[in-house]
């Protein structure tokens, strides 16, 4: 039985900081790419960040890059999300994602479709 479990949301201030992390049971993320993605109320959920089984600086959209950093620990089945300068457009759900491919290119992809395991989410809310 597949489960990503993720943790580390809660409320921070403008220019805080947190660290989400994605814990994968039932899948070894060392083979597979892992994304983190987030939901606003109302709106689609979007990709931010993505990283490859042997990749270790991953990629990102352009709103959360340079403020925000993937990275895994395969021995703990682990990925993070490192979140800096948070504005109070961050707030949202955040999501975990994994069984997806590479793409055409080689790149793990960063949006929803070809992720088929997900987590349940936590939230974050970044207030001013």
């Known amino acids: 039985q597949v489960q990503l479990v993720e943790s580390g949301g809660g409320s921070e201030q403008v220019g805080g900081s947190l660290r989400l992390s994605c814990v994968g049971s039932g899948i070894n993320f060392s083979t597979t790419c892992v994304g983190w993605f987030r939901q606003r109320p109302g709106q689609e959920r979007m990709g931010l960040a993505a990283?490859?089984?042997?990749?270790?600086?991953?990629r990102y959209v352009d709103s959360v890059k340079g403020r925000f950093t993937i990275s895994r620990d395969n021995v703990k089945n682990t990925v993070y999300l490192q979140m800096n300068s948070l504005k109070p457009e961050d707030t949202a759900m955040y999501f975990c994602?994994?069984?997806?491919?590479?793409?055409?290119?080689?790149?793990?992809?960063?949006?929803?479709?070809?992720?088929?395991?997900w987590g349940q989410g936590t939230q974050v809310t970044v207030s001013s």
């Open positions: 994602a994994a069984g997806a491919g590479r793409s055409v290119s080689g790149t793990c992809p960063i949006w929803v479709n070809p992720y088929n395991r």
């Open positions: 990283i490859a089984p042997d990749d270790h600086q991953g």
